[in-house]
């Protein structure tokens, strides 16, 4: 995790230089940007490996920006947000961002938030039974390529969508919870997790699901959580 960089986004010069200090006490690269646009452009010069992104600000939102980012690149995205509503979140979730930070924050649940995403994106396929390609009627995982594939097109899925498809592939058949879903992929314990993991479910059926209301991969099993058909 050492050399990695993390890009701020944030209109506020307060915030963005009072998370810079978190950070580099932790050995992370910063870069800053003060809205959407600029961020863009850092984004196109530098290799950034995880960006904390504020929703509002002038330019290019939070959203446009995610919405922006997510067309090319996988980055984790943290979203900053200054409104408690559940909306502004899951609109975010929903564009494409890995997790939300509700200002005003707590420094060290920020910089174990950035943390996990930081492990999960530098680690990503690096564990135990990689170099499996899985096939489950026609849904594909090439778990070194970390590619997932629908009757051989390839799905364009987000870090955190694509760690819940692994999940749930790898052990197809399986029923998982919830929290036994946020708690895997997230790397922390599961608080209030219910709307984050829904949100991804429904991103990722939206994405492998020919009906995602009808699903023949991604199943839901009533009162205890999801599994992947096998």
């Known amino acids: 995790m050492d050399h990695s960089v993390v890009l701020i986004v944030d209109d506020d010069k307060e915030i963005r ?3 810079e200090i978190y950070l580099k006490n932790e050995g992370l690269i910063v870069l800053k940007a003060q809205d959407g646009l600029e961020a863009i452009e850092i984004l196109n010069e530098h290799e950034i490996h995880l960006i904390l992104l504020d929703i509002m600000m002038p330019k290019l939102d939070g959203i446009q920006t995610t919405f922006k980012i997510r067309e090319n690149k996988n980055i984790p995205i943290i979203i900053l947000s200054a409104k408690s509503e559940d909306t502004d979140k899951i609109l975010g979730l929903q564009v494409g961002a890995d997790d939300y930070i509700t200002k005003p924050f707590n420094s060290l649940e920020l910089i174990a938030r950035v943390k996990s995403q930081l492990r999960r994106y530098m680690t990503l396929g690096h564990f135990e039974g990689k170099n499996k390609v899985i096939n489950l009627n026609g849904l594909t995982i090439d778990q070194e ?8 097109r390839t799905i364009k899925l987000t870090p955190i969508e694509y760690k819940i498809t692994e999940l749930l592939m790898v052990n197809a058949g399986r029923v998982f919870s919830i929290s036994q879903i ?5 790397n922390e314990p599961a608080y209030n997790s219910e709307n984050t993991v829904a949100v991804h479910i429904r991103k990722i059926r939206e994405k492998i699901e020919v009906d995602p209301k009808n699903p023949r991969y991604l ?4 009162g205890i959580g999801y599994k992947m058909e096998k």
């Open 219 to 222: 199943k839901v099993v009533w």
């Open 182 to 186: 946020y708690e895997s992929v997230w």
């Open 17 to 19: 230089d009072g998370i």
């Open 145 to 152: 390529a970390k590619e997932v594939a629908v009757d051989g």
